[in-house]
């Protein structure tokens, strides 16, 4: 009996596992599942990065999309002046209404402004807003030079942003400006605005260029318009007359050409026209067109 019981002992050793063996196989499970777990995470934290750069492009390019179309299609009254200010600029738009219009904003504001200046949320950042000032805020704007915090009703377009630089373009000058006063330029605009957007990770920094049309004001075109109409229409009548006059001349000098006409030839020998079309061109004692460089028949050839 003590054999049997021997026996199955020895069995049941060999089949079942040691505890070193158990205490391996928890560790090589414990490695794979780490490996396993560090490469889903990198998975995850770059496909966020991915969509958050993906994000940070497309909020990128419809920034830059509004803010070409606003200033491009600035209208011909409308104008541009910025004013300088420490630590901070402010791009007015006078006279636009419909610039940056939104679902929600309503149109009509009297004065739209482009401010970049220090974003609260993130210390050393800047930021770049619109601020929508009424009849009011707008002349308040233009007693003090400047906004203050609390004027206007804004809308943040970019955040976290490490600084912002516009420069204006003056045709007249030919060179670039950092600001567009209104005491430098009371009724012209820039032909181009410069802007410049640089990021706190130190990347490329974007930059960009903004056409602004020459577009006379309407009035100043309607005016001109209906001066230049009133003066063409007397010269019109003016001319009227004396066609009246030169035609009766004319009928009259035609009458007695086709009467002198029956003779036969002209004095110069040439046969008359009779009103039928424009006379031959002259010719010289010689027998030759005289030589000339306007290009009509009589001109001097090329071919000589």
């Given amino acids: 009996m003590n054999h049997s019981t021997r026996t199955a002992r020895t069995k049941i050793s060999e089949s079942a596992f040691t505890l070193l063996e158990l205490i391996i196989g928890i560790g090589l499970i ?37 803010m070409k179309r606003n200033i491009e299609d600035i209208p011909g009254n409308a104008k541009i ?24 904003v309503a149109a009509g504001s ?8 220090p974003d609260p949320a993130l210390q050393g950042a800047t930021k770049i807003e619109i601020r929508y000032l009424n009849q009011e805020e707008a002349e308040i704007y233009l007693d003090n030079g400047s906004l203050s915090e609390d004027m206007g009703m804004n ?32 009724n012209d605009r820039p032909s181009m605005v410069y802007m410049e957007i640089a990021f706190l990770d130190d990347s490329e920094p974007i930059r960009s260029y903004y056409w602004v049309p020459t577009v006379e004001d309407p009035a100043a075109v309607a005016r001109a318009t209906q001066s230049g109409n009133s003066r063409a ?9 004396n066609d009246s006059r030169d035609r009766r001349g004319d009928s009259a000098d035609g009458r007695g050409g086709r009467a002198r006409g029956d003779s036969g030839r002209s004095d110069d020998g ?7 079309g424009p006379a031959r061109p002259p010719t010289s004692a010689g027998g030759k067109r005289p030589t000339g460089s306007s290009g009509l028949p009589g001109a001097s050839s090329r071919g000589k």
Avoid at 57 to 63: E, L
Avoid at 233 to 241: C, E, F, K, V
């Fill in 30 to 66: 414990g490695i794979v599942l780490t490996g396993v777990y560090k490469i889903a995470s990198a998975s995850i934290m770059l496909s966020d990065k991915v969509l958050t750069r993906q994000h940070d492009d497309m909020h990128m390019h419809s920034f830059m999309s509004v």
């Fill in 81 to 104: 002046h910025m004013e300088p200010t420490p630590g901070r600029s402010e791009i007015a738009f006078e006279d636009y209404p419909l610039a940056f219009s939104w679902a929600g």
């Fill in 110 to 117: 009297k004065m739209i402004c482009i401010v970049s200046g």
């Fill in 155 to 186: 809308i943040v377009l970019m955040s976290g942003l490490k600084s912002v630089t516009w420069d204006f373009f003056d045709q007249r000058d030919k060179e670039w400006k950092e600001d567009w006063s209104r005491e430098d330029h009371p």
């Fill in 233 to 241: 229409n007397g010269r019109t009548s003016g001319s009227r007359g």
């Fill in 270 to 276: 040439r046969r008359s026209s009779g009103g039928r």
